[in-house]
């Protein structure tokens, strides 16, 4: 639910608050603001909405804690319910709030007709299945059913996506015909393939395989890529279709894209099993994300946000440059809760891109650090904005394993971003805001108590709990501690909570569905494989090389993507190739997963950057080149615990000691030589000497750190001494 949404959620601004709170709540960051395409029901059919939202959020919360049930049944009701909610919570196109009805032509009318025949068709054969055999108890479906119902169905949800392409419906008000529809056969095919799930565990993608279970499939499909469209717009779409046509056009490929081709009935039925649709995405999604998603929702009803937002700004919005450095931890703490970097941007820029703009910053600086924190938050422990869950879901690594490693590295990148920031603001010479228009850190500290469900989970992660446990303890203390707030969550609020956390999940839902395409296409042709092989071939020439390559990979894969989908994907390509050459699992995925977040700031298609410039006013490109200069450590950080482990704590206290140091020094004087600034402006020479001082720094070596100590010492006695000779002056 958004604040849109709700008619009774009002924002009162007290007005003894300081400037910055008033702002802070004006801006309401725990609220997310409607998408485009986002429909903005009243009266009855919001309530029909909500209810609905809450059942699909009360259903996983349920089956987690208190009632399991088979693995199948459940991953297909959550992608299910998610097609169905998606599709009727969001338009084919742009949406407006106008009443206008729509204008109907007969082609209109006629793909409506054809669409609703073949949908309609199709579920009364699939009710008639269930009736045969779970009520009146016949081994065997009806053959007319089975027999015919695929081809309607499949034919009249293609139609109905067309018609909303063509004829979209675009009064955000009101359900669309063609939508609903298409949230029919979300449920029919998702009917079929529950009934038949234990049978699709033998037979799917197997000779044995039935034609209703491929049409079943082909509808499965064509829903899930849509709504990713809806969602999460084309660049995931488009890879996924490449993947698709991939399995068929194999025997006409060259070289180690070559292989001998799948039927139709095969691959469409494997598609929708574990090994695809229903694999570690979609298992991490209907598990961990939907639950710390959920958990999320909480966080906002009850306005830790704003406090978040506050408290940063109350530290560290005074010193130079200081709402740009607010950003970091704000939106640092926000995104990693949040999920997606570009959604995170969104939220918590609102308010911190016009404050960096009311210091000095220009529009493009402000929307590119902005962009550099919100991404960062996917990286941060505990959470990781679900990533730390599906890599233990992918590689078997216990979860505090891995978010334990991620600490030092999340550390590095979240100071790097400072370095520049303040470097930056240095230059400009840029103050911060005046005290007299801050919170005050005394009072806010006295309210550390909101924290508490942060705390609480992290606790019970290192005590040993399991992570659902873990997150439902968290979610209930949320509840808890707003008793102490004037934000209580009484029944309202707490239907309010469960509600708007079905609708963040959707997005995820469908991206982790479409990642599932891509890696059922990926296990089934054996390209990833393949891949491997052309890994191990460059690191016979140069293991940097290899590499060099999977980065190159695996921010190509990632562009336009969502963290999940696009670390999902990049894994199951690039990461067996990288653990062949030798390495570590923990370190090769978890070299994987940095760069495939940070495609979301990396150019030419950068999500969160383009996110941050749509804020500020600024030039998309131009803000995506900026939001990549910010956080360039992260592009150094994974090569740095691939050539040093002990920065994943792997290793003596005294390494890590040693590395986590020596890598500090070396991200800032990187950080000197991209802004070209130490002691005063650095001309082109100073800047290299810096680089490679940092480099020498970063490489971890007594030898190197010498080397890299030494020549800084000798810049800064360089840049150090005409400002000692003008001041004698």
Not at 171 to 178: E, I, K, V, Y
Not at 579 to 594: D, K, M, R, S, T
Request: net charge neutral; proline share 5%.
């Amino acid at each position: 639910m958004t604040k849109n949404q709700d008619t009774d959620h009002h924002i009162d601004v007290d007005a003894d608050l300081s400037f910055i709170e008033q702002e802070t709540a004006k801006a309401n960051v725990d609220e997310d603001p409607l998408s485009s395409n986002q429909r903005d029901f009243q009266g009855p059919r919001h309530m029909l909405i909500a209810a609905l939202c809450v059942a699909y959020s009360v259903f996983h919360l349920m089956v987690m804690n208190v009632y399991p049930l088979e693995t199948w049944a459940y991953r297909l009701s959550h992608v299910g319910g998610g097609l169905f909610l998606g599709f009727l919570l969001f338009g084919a196109a742009p949406l407006y709030g106008t009443s206008n009805p729509q204008q109907r032509n007969l082609l209109s009318l006629g793909l409506l007709a054809a669409a609703g025949a073949g949908i309609l068709y199709g579920a009364v054969a699939v009710i008639s299945v269930w009736l045969n055999g779970a009520y009146l108890g016949n081994a065997l479906p009806p053959s007319w059913a089975m027999s015919t119902f695929g081809i309607p169905l499949a034919a009249g949800s293609a139609l109905a996506v067309v018609h909303g392409w063509v004829f979209p419906q675009t009064d955000r008000r009101q359900f669309s015909l063609a939508d609903i529809l298409l949230a029919t056969a979300a449920i029919v095919a998702t009917a079929y393939l529950i009934f038949f799930a234990r049978q699709l565990q033998l037979r799917a993608g197997m000779p044995m395989a039935l034609p209703g279970d491929m049409w079943a499939a082909i509808t499965g499909v064509i829903l899930i890529i849509e709504l990713t469209r809806r969602l999460a717009g084309m660049a995931l779409v488009i890879i996924a279709g490449v993947f698709v046509a991939y399995a068929f056009l194999g025997p006409w490929l060259p070289g180690i894209f070559e292989h001998r081709g799948y039927t139709a009935k095969r691959f469409f039925s494997y598609i929708f099993t574990d090994n695809g649709v229903l694999g570690a995405p979609i298992a991490i999604s209907s598990t961990y994300i939907i639950l710390f998603v959920i958990f999320a929702a909480f966080l906002q009803t009850t306005r830790v946000g704003e406090y978040f937002v506050n408290l940063a700004f109350a530290a560290a919005g005074h010193k130079r440059g200081g709402p740009a450095k607010v950003a970091i931890f704000a939106s640092g703490l926000m995104g990693m809760i949040n999920g997606t970097s570009a959604g995170n941007v969104v939220a918590t820029g609102s308010l911190t891109i016009p404050m960096m703009k009311k210091v000095g910053y220009r529009p493009q600086t402000a929307a590119s650090v902005e962009a550099a924190a919100s991404t960062g938050g996917q990286i941060m422990p505990p959470i990781m904005g679900a990533g730390a869950f599906i890599m233990a879901e992918i590689t078997g690594i216990g979860y505090m394993e891995i978010v334990s490693a991620a600490i030092i590295p999340a550390a590095l990148y979240f100071i790097s971003v400072y370095f520049m920031i303040d470097l930056a603001a240095q230059k400009a010479d840029l103050k911060g805001l005046p005290r007299d228009q801050l919170p005050k850190f005394g009072v806010l500290v006295r309210q550390i108590y909101l924290l508490t469900p942060i705390i609480v989970l992290i606790y019970a992660l290192f005590a040993g709990y399991s992570v659902i446990r873990c997150g439902t303890l968290a979610m209930i203390t949320a509840g808890v501690v707003s008793w102490l707030t004037p934000h209580k969550m009484g029944p309202k609020q707490l239907l309010h909570a469960l509600d708007n956390g079905a609708r963040m999940v959707l997005q995820l839902v469908a991206v982790c569905a479409t990642a599932g395409i891509i890696v059922g296409v990926i296990a089934l042709t054996g390209i990833g494989s393949r891949f491997s092989t052309v890994l191990l071939t460059l690191a016979d020439q140069s293991q940097f090389l290899a590499l060099f390559f999977a980065m190159v990979v695996s921010i190509v894969l990632g562009m336009g993507m969502p963290t999940t989908a696009a670390y999902a994907v990049a894994a199951s390509v690039i990461a067996p190739g990288v653990v062949n050459l030798g390495v570590e699992p923990l370190i090769a995925h978890l070299f994987i997963f940095y760069f495939a977040v940070m495609s979301a700031i990396t150019p030419p298609v950068a999500l969160a950057a383009y996110a941050g410039s749509a804020l500020a006013g600024s030039d998309p490109v131009r803000t995506s080149v900026e939001s990549f200069k910010i956080g360039l450590a992260a592009f150094v950080v994974p090569y740095m615990f691939f050539y040093s482990p002990a920065m994943l704590l792997q290793g003596s206290w005294f390494e890590i000691i040693h590395i986590a140091i020596s890598a500090v020094i070396g991200v800032y004087l990187l950080s000197c030589a991209v802004q070209g600034w130490l002691v005063r402006a650095a001309n082109p020479v100073v800047r290299v000497g810096l680089l490679v001082a940092g480099l020498a720094m970063i490489a971890g070596g007594w030898t190197t750190d010498a080397i890299g100590v030494a020549l800084f010492a000798l810049i800064f006695m360089f840049q150090k001494k005409p400002v000692a000779l003008l001041q004698g002056n």
